[in-house]
């Protein structure tokens, strides 16, 4: 019931990805454990919380980025900045 925004854009040598929400945001207490294998604010049972650990480490093998904001009042937005690749000719 909620809104999902997601921009791209070309950078010099980097696209990126903006996907942000109008949801509840990240809690504070929160924003420095995100990205941690098994962190999640789901009951037991409920998550894993390895989404954004995996979504980190494969983003960051392919020579990117990915970071976060918190928005006010409320919602997130994550940004994902990845190198532009260019196939070499054969």
């Given at each position: 019931d909620?809104?999902v925004?997601?921009?791209t ?8 990805i ?8 990240i ?8 990205f941690d294998?098994?962190?999640t ?20 093998k ?29």
């Amino acid at each position: 019931d909620g809104l999902v925004e997601v921009k791209t854009r070309a950078r010099e040598d980097t696209i990126e990805i903006e996907i942000g929400d109008d949801g509840p945001g990240i809690p504070k207490e929160a924003e420095h454990k995100i990205f941690d294998p098994f962190y999640t604010t789901k009951k037991n049972g409920k998550g894993t919380g390895l989404g954004l650990s995996i979504t980190y480490s494969i983003i960051e093998k392919m020579g990117g980025r990915i970071r976060f904001e918190n928005r006010d009042p409320k919602g997130t937005t994550f940004f994902v900045n990845l190198p532009i690749m260019i196939p070499d000719k054969k």
